[in-house]
T-cell receptor
Framework: KQEVTQIPAALSVPEGENLVLNCSFTDSAIYNLQWFRQDPGKGLTSLLL?????REQTSGRLNASLDKSSGRSTLYIAASQPGDSATYLC??????????FGKGTRLHILP | EAGVAQSPRYKIIEKRQSVAFWCNPI?????LYWYQQILGQGPKLLIQFQNNGVVDDSQLPKDRFSAERLKGVDSTLKIQPAKLEDSAVYLC???????????FGQGTRLTVV
């Protein structure tokens, strides 16, 4: 059974700092790994999708990496801004098309 | 391309009442998912459809929850009777095919009092 863990559960950093969010999973037989952003009271916004054959994806200040062999993914946010404050969720899609989520990291960027 | 549509956005009901949520996935998306997200937790998969067939409903409390996806397009999720612990956000998502990007609706926030 696939389990997804996100560390840390919460993080506060001053504006301008670079930061890393971690995601680990137990079953490496995945199709892809996807990072989402969730603002309070809102749905999920897809940030980056990494296919199982890829090592990383980049979008603006965001970079996500995937290491299937170790069951890990990281989301790197460069030059953080107050607008980046949100909950970040990682999820992987397995061969059965199930999409399993971690509990998320609550990020607060201090102005 | 229109996104995943869900309604209603908010619903408040008393315990033991029934409630239904509606989801219209992105056109052409074969797989549809319903998730339950309790405050402070990650989304938990309730049921997964491939076209109009159920692929996985192992975590759906079938004594009170039901879902259908007639004609393989939109879907409804029903709770009857509701319990206090059903208070959560119910999210619908869809993917075009295996291994492709998942898109989520805005969710329905259910409060059971």
């Amino acid at each position: 059974k696939q389990e997804v863990t996100q560390i840390p559960a919460a993080l506060s950093v001053p504006e301008g700092e670079n930061l890393v969010l971690n995601c680990s999973f137990t079953d490496s037989a995945i199709y892809n790994l996807q990072w989402f952003r969730q603002d309070p009271g809102k749905g999920l916004t897809s940030l980056l999708l990494i296919q199982s054959s890829q090592r990383e994806q980049t979008s603006g200040r965001l970079n996500a990496s995937l290491d299937k062999s170790s069951g890990r993914s990281t989301l790197y946010i460069a030059a953080s801004q107050p607008g980046d404050s949100a909950t970040y969720l990682c999820a992987n899609q397995g061969g059965d098309d199930k999409i399993i989520f971690g509990k998320g990291t609550r990020l607060h960027i201090l102005p | 391309e229109a996104g995943v549509a869900q309604s209603p956005r908010y619903k408040i009901i008393e315990k033991r009442q029934s409630v239904a949520f509606w989801c219209n996935p992105i056109s052409g998306h074969a797989t549809l998912y319903w998730y339950q997200q309790i405050l402070g937790q990650g989304p938990k998969l309730l049921i997964q459809f491939q076209n109009n067939g159920v692929v996985d409903d192992s975590q759906l409390p079938k004594d009170r929850f039901s879902a259908e996806r007639l004609k393989g397009v939109d879907s409804t999720l029903k709770i009857q009777p509701a319990k206090l612990e059903d208070s959560a956000v119910y999210l619908c998502a869809s993917t075009r095919s295996s291994g492709t990007e998942a898109f989520f609706g805005q969710g329905t926030r259910l409060t059971v009092v």
